[in-house]
């Protein structure tokens, strides 16, 4: 399986690259798996937590797709530090399509 290129900026600007992430895990797992700070989990990737929350950088918001509808929901209940380009990075698959993907972690709740 070939590997997808994510890059993660934590919370204190250090930027991170995962270069072996694979298109059966999620954005959340790969960062997980990285260690990257700020990517808690805690419900484990089921969409019910906001520890996961992202932004994703603008070049990459349209490969990337919109939350859907129970997403929206759970961004909703973070929304003083809610952003246009806010996303659940358990909610994000990857996939050939987001090879070289860069987001931020956003700030903890
Ligand atoms: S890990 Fe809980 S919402 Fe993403």
Redesign the pocket.
């Known amino acids: 399986m070939s590997h997808i290129v994510v890059t993660l900026t934590q919370q204190d600007g250090t930027v991170v690259r995962i270069d072996d992430a694979t298109a059966d895990e999620s954005l959340?797992e790969a960062a997980r798996r990285a260690g990257v700070a700020g990517i808690?989990?805690?419900?484990?990737?089921?969409?019910?937590?906001?520890?996961?929350?992202v932004y994703v950088a603008e070049d990459w918001i349209g490969k990337v797709g919109e939350p859907d509808e129970v997403?929206d929901e759970?961004l909703d209940m973070v929304d003083h530090i809610r952003r246009p380009n806010s996303r659940?990075?358990?909610?994000i698959r990857l996939s050939e399509a987001v090879n070289g993907l860069q987001a931020e972690v956003a700030p903890d709740l």
């Open positions: 959340m808690v989990a805690e419900c484990g990737g089921v969409c019910s937590c906001a520890t996961c929350h997403e759970m659940l990075s358990c909610q």
